[in-house]
């Protein structure tokens, strides 16, 4: 099973307070495909560091207020 990676975003949160965007509008606003902005929001995959500083330009915030660092659980 593959990890998944320890970057846990507001995304989802961010669109609805951003009169309800859709995935899609996210992705066209940002150049990538919404299966992407949806692997993303889904912490499936981590954002190149320009999509990223896309993502936070369309909510208007820092990227510390749409990421963070999850510390890794001990099994």
């Known amino acids: 099973m593959a990890k998944r990676p320890p970057i ?13 965007m859709s995935q899609a ?3 066209e606003a940002i150049g990538v ?3 992407t902005v949806i692997a993303i ?13 896309r993502i936070s330009r369309v909510f208007g915030v820092g990227l510390e207020d749409v990421f963070s660092w999850l510390e ?4």
């Open 8 to 20: 846990g975003n507001r995304i989802r949160e961010l669109r609805e307070q951003h009169g309800q």
């Open 25 to 27: 509008a996210l992705a």
């Open 72 to 75: 890794p659980q001990d099994n």
């Open 41 to 53: 929001e889904q912490g499936r995959y981590s954002p190149s560091l320009e999509s990223a500083f």
């Open 33 to 35: 495909t919404r299966q």
